[in-house]
């Protein structure tokens, strides 16, 4: 059997790939070592410094076998990030262009932002990633017969 691997520590910086790493990987962490769910979210607690450390010990630690992870990975979010956060990546996406990127590198940019917004519905990632690619491949898109209304994200 494979040992569960840690978790890097997250000091509660407001960066969507910390955050989201931190997520994950403790997530994958917990679950993988057979953690009891209420024990999860303080099995982590170790692997939290600073601002993020600060919240554990005033919002969670008193009462921290009544947290499960979602509850605590959002109010972390909550406190570590500014209130203005999500509205600000979302002006950020409507404005997101392919430019001079790869096809790849904005995928990569667009995912990152679909995932911090909360855009989890295809068709709307479908459209958003048509809308924001070069006229150049949007019109090899067509030629494939691909449409932004019935086409996959992933056949995008």
């Known amino acids: 059997l494979l040992k569960p691997e840690p978790p890097e ?3 509660g ?3 969507v790939r910390d955050f989201m790493k931190f997520v994950t990987d403790g997530t994958s962490y917990v679950r993988d070592g057979r953690v009891a769910k209420k024990y999860r979210v303080s099995k982590l607690a170790r692997y939290l410094t600073g601002i993020a450390h600060d ?3 005033s919002k969670v630690a008193d009462d921290v076998r009544n947290w499960r992870l979602k509850q605590f990975f ?8 500014p209130l203005t956060y999500r509205m600000d990546q979302r002006a950020k996406l409507d ?5 001079e990127r790869t096809v790849r590198q904005h995928i990569t940019s667009l995912s990152e932002l679909f995932n911090t917004v ?3 519905d295809e068709r709307d990632r479908v459209i958003r990633l048509w809308r924001s690619l070069s006229s150049r491949i949007q019109q090899e898109l067509w030629k494939e017969k691909l449409t932004p209304e019935t086409s996959l994200y992933d056949e995008v």
């Open 95 to 99: 404005n997101c262009r392919q430019g």
């Open 9 to 11: 520590k997250y000091n």
């Open 55 to 57: 919240f554990y010990i």
């Open 74 to 81: 959002t109010a972390l979010y909550n406190h570590c990030f």
């Open 118 to 120: 909360g855009i989890t």
């Open 13 to 15: 910086s407001a960066s």
